[in-house]
């Protein structure tokens, strides 16, 4: 962040903003130079003066991660207020200076984010959260149901599942049922096909895996309530069923007669 380059390409993907400065600045002085009339822009366009500020050239310029964090904080709520910063995050800071007399060293705690009132973090419940306080045998009858459509989703790919947790672990069954079911391709390259061994419980190509397959849900905006990469990788029920619960809502409510809403629970 420190040379103003990623923070203008940022800024122009979130305020549309693309500001007359050399694309690559290659010596320290060019790019204090960038980053100065990039973060002033940054701070216009947040209405941020810049004594209010909790960051400066100066910081950034040096790399001071808490002041950088703190940008990155306002950025955030500013441009994409939906997003799911957890509240009352603080860094303990320590300070060193060095004296006369030696090194002096202090600690101070900043505050990232501002602490919330109680529940305010929480989601509020969906049907699927009423869904799972339903009797046993309700749950496992959608769990069929889903099965049910997912197969036959699958159906021309000569695929076929029989647990929802474990199957849709490493992304690759999640992301070929959402081409099928959205109607377009995903390339080999943007994917792995094979992403890791069944001994590691949480790898990278696994993440990235299910990482894209939500963002294409996020996209289609069948997401209503976040839900957590590593929580699918990791096999949490509740996760992977509130994807395939969205996807079945969608093309399940498309395919239905009736057009019952599939938000009605019976």
Known sequence: ????LILHHLLQKLAGLRLQVEEIALTAASQRRKLEVVLGAVNRALQVEEPQAKWSVEAIFNKDLVATLHLLVALAKHFQPSVPLPSNVQVEVVTIESTKSGLKSGKSLEQLTTQRSTGEDQPSEDVLDEL??????????VEEAIVSFVNHSLRSLGLAVQSLNSQFADGVILLLLIGQLEGFFLHLKEFYLTPSSPAEMVSLPEVHNVTLALELLRDAGLLSHPVSPEDIVNKDPKSTLRVLYSLFCKHKLKASADGTPCGTLH
């Open 1 to 4: 962040m420190f040379d103003g």
């Open 132 to 141: 799972l306080k339903m009797a046993p045998e309700k749950v496992r009858a």
